[in-house]
């Protein structure tokens, strides 16, 4: 017999994907099935919901903010099914691929914790490049599933997991990244996990520059707090599964290969060799007087740059393959854009949140709820 679902969606004040997702989730045929919408500071529009789905949905109010993980782990304690489906209030099922729950219970047949598909909406500019950077973590993933059968973080937006295995890890924890952190934990316990890229979900990018960057700033933190927690056990996964998570961090940060190769290579001979050579025959002919421009410096520039291109060129090719058999799309504009600006940019945050959590603790504000 099929298990039953518990299905949880949290949201702060409202969604205007709520409504549509709500649908989505009662229209699907897959039968045993609950629906929990646990709501913290709600606001009007959140609560004339109720007599849309009266008697299909159990809705929870909160009149502060309590914080994700809190509501979550005790609206599971008022849940009876066998599986329990979490899922973000901001996205939309991608309703192409027939029951969605049942391609869910299908995979957790030999998983214990599974995992969808994501994309972004493709709605702006920022969107757009956003998606690419869904297209590496996903990538991850299924890496991690595909050779591992394990999974080292999730994308919390919307994933499955059995109730006996959430119970084991003891739910979520009250950490900035809650996701990231009760994936790591199934890595450790050898729990089965499975990344399903023939289902999905689309979810909504921040609607700024400003908003993005808000976002990023408190995953960034996330992330530098959740390093400092696990940092040995990262090391010995490194040590036994180097295949498998280094290709990972290189997909998630495009850009780390180009700063590794500036920062730790010395300046080869034949660079040296050039200018010296250069510089000789300027010395001896008119001609050549254009070449002491070249100084080491600018050698150095040049270098770089063809670096840049290099890599540029190499994950243009790398990404489009994968997009192809993960089902994003590629355009090579919108890719150099994210190669070239978007990666460092985020790469840089984290390092800065690295640093901070490293070196200035004490100056650490977390201005949201966990």
């Not at 979550?72 to 979490?86: Q, R």
């Not at 937006?157 to 119970?167: E, H, I, L, M, P």
């Not at 809650?178 to 996990?193: A, K, N, P």
């Not at 993005?212 to 700033?217: A, L």
């Amino acid at each position: 017999m099929p298990p039953k679902f518990s299905i949880f969606v949290p949201v702060y004040q409202e969604s205007e994907f709520l409504k549509p997702l709500l649908d989505s989730l009662i229209a699907d045929p897959y039968g045993e099935k609950e629906i929990f919408v646990v709501v913290d500071e709600p606001t009007s529009r959140s609560l004339g919901l109720v007599k849309n789905f009266s008697g299909e949905v159990h809705f929870i109010w909160n009149g502060k903010r309590k914080g994700k993980a809190n509501v979550l782990n005790e609206i599971v304690e008022e849940s009876t099914g066998e599986v329990l489906l979490f899922l973000d209030s901001d996205i939309v099922i991608n309703g192409k691929s027939g029951s969605f729950l049942k391609v869910i219970s299908e995979a957790m047949t030999e998983a214990d914790i599974v995992e969808v598909k994501k994309d972004i909406i493709r709605d702006s500019f920022l969107a757009k490049i956003i998606g690419y950077d869904y297209l590496s973590f996903s990538f991850a993933n299924w890496l991690f599933s595909h050779r591992l059968k394990k999974c080292l973080g999730l994308n919390g937006a919307a994933f499955a997991v059995k109730r006996g295995t959430f119970s084991a890890l003891g739910g979520f924890r009250r950490v900035v990244v809650e996701d990231l952190d009760i994936g790591t934990r199934s890595f450790m316990q050898d729990i089965r996990f499975t990344f399903i890229k023939d289902i999905g979900v689309y979810t909504k990018a921040p609607s700024s520059w400003r908003a993005w960057f808000k976002q990023r700033k408190r995953w960034g933190i996330g992330s530098a707090l959740w390093l400092k927690e696990y940092f040995r056990d990262l090391l010995k996964i490194v040590r036994d599964h180097p295949g498998v998570l280094l290709p990972s961090i290189f997909f998630i940060f495009p850009c780390l290969p180009f700063f590794l190769m500036t920062l730790l290579t010395p300046d080869e001979l034949y660079v040296k060799a050039v200018y010296l050579t250069l510089l000789l025959l300027s010395t001896q002919a008119s001609l050549l007087l254009p070449p002491t421009a070249l100084t080491s410096t600018s050698l150095a520039i040049f270098r770089n740059l063809l670096l840049m291109i290099g890599g540029l060129g190499a994950y243009s090719s790398i990404f489009f393959v994968l997009a192809k058999k993960m089902g994003y799309i590629f355009n090579p504009l919108e890719f150099a854009i994210f190669y070239l600006v978007y990666s460092p940019l985020w790469l840089l945050i984290v390092l800065a949140s690295i640093t901070k959590v490293y070196l200035r603790p004490e100056n650490l504000s977390i201005d949201w709820k966990t």
